[in-house]
T-cell receptor, first 113, second 113 residues
Framework: NAGVTQTPKFQVLKTGQSMTLQCAQD?????MSWYRQDPGMGLRLIHY???????DQGEVPNGYNVSRSTTEDFPLRLLSAAPSQTSVYFC????????????FGPGTRLLVL | AQSVTQPDIHITVSEGASLELRCNYS??????LFWYVQSPGQGLQLLLK??????LVQGIKGFEAEFKRSQSSFNLRKPSVHWSDAAEYFC???????????FGTGTRLKVLA
């Protein structure tokens, strides 16, 4: 199993550009989430999904959009990038059967100029 | 308000010394508690978790943590630190089935040879 994969690993955007961060998991996990990690602030939940077709907002959802059309994929869209969205983004997945342990991807480092 | 506090931003210990990383939480319901470790440039990996039962839980890599309800704490311990333990450690709290976890701001561990 590849676990949780994220692409790209690193991206530079200009203010106002849009892009999609990809996340995929091959563990058949129902739950997937997106976090952003900023220095001194730990991880903050952006959006999460408890299954295909079901998404909900986390702590810092503004400026981000998600959809979940399949169990495997959970892309994160930046609608109009802003410098405040410069961060490291992590995708995670988990399952109730796994005791809600979250499995994290390697992260995407995003720089918005 | 629900929160997780890791009061130590940085900790430095000598190899072979004991380690305790502090985690305090504020949570209305019976919490699920987790400790994750993040090596440089990597995603997060679960060290251990507490749901119920025995308040002393064992994890991977020789780590353990003790849940103290009266002190709202879930401190991570290791009797003898190895150089490979140098990393950042995150405490997280949530409620079963909600899939909305709150992470602390992390403690960065440095190990001296």
């Amino acid at each position: 199993n590849a676990g949780v994969t994220q692409t790209p690993k690193f991206q530079v955007l200009k203010t106002g550009q849009s892009m999609t961060l990809q996340c995929a998991q091959d563990m058949n996990h129902e739950y997937m989430s997106w976090y952003r990690q900023d220095p001194g602030m730990g991880l903050r939940l952006i959006h999460y999904s408890v299954g295909a077709g079901i998404t909900d907002q986390g702590e810092v959802p503004n400026g981000y959009n998600v959809s979940r059309s399949t169990t495997e994929d959970f892309p994160l869209r930046l609608l109009s990038a802003a410098p405040s969205q410069t961060s490291v983004y992590f995708c995670a997945s988990s399952s109730p059967g796994g005791g809600e342990t979250q499995y994290f991807g390697p992260g995407t480092r995003l720089l918005v100029l | 308000a629900q929160s997780v506090t890791q009061p130590d931003i940085h900790i430095t210990v000598s190899e072979g010394a004991s380690l305790e990383l502090r985690c305090n939480y504020s949570y209305g319901a019976t919490p699920y508690l987790f400790w994750y470790v993040q090596s440089p440039g990597q995603g997060l990996q679960l060290l251990l978790k507490y749901f119920s039962g025995d308040t002393l839980v064992q994890g991977i890599k020789g780590f353990e943590a003790e849940f103290k309800r009266s002190q709202s704490s879930f401190n991570l311990r290791k009797p003898s630190v190895h150089w490979s333990d140098a990393a950042e450690y995150f405490c997280a709290v949530g409620r079963r089935g909600t899939y909305k976890y709150i992470f602390g701001t992390g403690t960065r561990l440095k190990v001296l040879a």
